[in-house]
């Protein structure tokens, strides 16, 4: 019995399961902020009330949903070598839109400055940063092998790409995507066969520069305090978060509370439909249910691995990989930070959390890596597989030209 799809079938499941129930927590978790957008001036608003409107957050996400699906299937029949046409030109709009961000972007009442507000919605062109960054990176690597492991042909000019797109962010106080751009950057050059030494120094130029941050910057000196102090009785705002975020996933218990039960996202858990959306469904589903949320994030970078593995191709190889990264690495950031394992840094969960940015630009990213799967022997093994059982592992520096 052969997989009848042409495409990774795991990868495309397990993306199907997150936004579904990305879609039912949105509806059960979204009341509260819903009543709050919906009638700001209405005293004691409730459900019944005309002007109340309590599913007005899944209403704007299934919105988002349908453009994303949208974007998904475009993404999915372009032609990989589009992508590889437009890696430069799209890198470099991206920069001009980060910068202008800075000048007219909004804060929407929090800390960064990283949102446009174009026909009555808001965009977030930090989030598509992380495509512009895979996209370019993987044609520079592909472009430069024979100068991957070289300091001057090499680390200097991926430093340079790196801070182009890196700075503008940081000065928009998104710290979050930072350390996500980041990580997808370096694993990237990793994967590419940069040396240990090289990679040795980015480490130590990262934590400098991250201690520096700490150390000057307020609210970020504010959010390692409270790190540091979830436990203790927490009287400032900086803790707050990381606080009653546990409270919401030890207060599930094993079995939940049930939909719309949760307490935590009425009253104490800000931002409970966006970052802290893992937190506030454990609360509700409990812990055998929100499980299976981290094995689907498991089962991506498995097959996103297996893709990766299986091109030929350099250019496709570091893409998939990159688009892997992205996506894993921000959905068990978020939830280190959901389970109080790492310092509040305001990104959201891949293809769950609300918020059309995020959303849109990662099925435009699992759409291009389904792509990518159409161009290996991969979906043709997906069931029957049992005749060789022999894992596979990409050899570190396999893109590097020989």
């Known amino acids: 019995m052969k997989n009848v799809f042409k495409f990774d079938t795991p990868l495309f499941l397990s993306v199907v399961f997150l936004l579904i129930l990305g879609l039912i927590m949105i509806t059960s978790i979204g009341v509260p902020k819903s009543i709050a957008l919906s009638a700001p001036n209405i005293l004691y608003p409730n459900c019944s009330d005309a002007n109340v409107d309590c599913y007005l957050l899944f209403k704007k996400h299934l919105i988002r949903l349908g ?23 799209f890198f ?33 062109p930090s989030e598509f940063a992380k495509l512009a960054i895979i996209l370019y990176l993987a044609y520079w690597f592909s472009k430069k092998q024979a100068y991957i492991e070289d300091f001057n042909k090499g680390l200097i000019p991926f430093c340079i790409i790196c801070s182009i797109i890196v700075l503008p962010i940081i ?5 979050g995507g930072t350390l996500t751009v980041s990580i997808i950057a370096v694993a990237m050059y990793f994967m ?15 934590f400098i520069g991250a201690l520096i941050v700490i150390l000057s910057v307020p609210h970020v000196r504010e959010r390692f305090q409270g790190f540091t ?19 919401a996933v030890g207060s599930g218990g094993a079995f939940g509370k049930g939909l719309t039960q949760g307490v935590q996202k009425s009253y104490w858990l800000p931002q409970a439909s966006d970052d802290f959306i893992f937190a506030a469904s454990a609360e509700e589903l409990g812990f055998f249910r929100i499980v299976f949320v981290i094995l689907a994030y498991f089962v991506i970078a498995l097959r996103g691995y297996e893709i990766a593995s299986k091109l030929q191709g350099s250019f496709e190889a570091l893409l998939a990989i990159g688009l892997t990264i992205w996506i894993t690495v921000q959905a068990f950031v978020n939830i280190a930070v959901n389970t109080g394992l790492m310092p509040v840094t305001g990104i959201t969960l891949p293809f769950v959390s609300y918020g059309g940015s995020s959303l849109i630009s990662c099925l435009v990213a699992v759409g291009i890596l389904l792509n990518l799967s159409q161009n290996t022997s991969y979906h043709e093994n997906n069931i029957n597989r049992w005749g060789n059982r022999r894992t596979r592992y990409p050899q570190r520096g396999r893109y590097r030209r020989a």
Not at 95 to 114: C, E, H, K, R
Not at 234 to 247: F, G, L, P, R, V
């Open 67 to 89: 453009i994303g699906i949208l974007a998904f299937y475009i993404s999915y029949k372009l032609p990989i070598k589009f992508w590889r046409k437009i890696a430069t030109p």
């Open 92 to 124: 470099g709009a991206i920069v001009m839109l980060l910068l202008f961000v800075l000048i007219f972007g909004s804060t929407f009442g929090t800390i960064a400055q990283n949102w446009l507000v174009v026909f009555n919605t808001s965009l977030q």
């Open 171 to 175: 000065l928009q106080n998104d710290f």
């Open 192 to 206: 590419a066969g940069a040396k240990l030494q090289h990679l040795g120094i980015l480490f130590l130029v990262a």
């Open 229 to 247: 102090s979830v436990n203790e009785e927490c009287i400032e705002d900086y803790c707050w978060q990381s606080q009653q975020a546990n409270i």
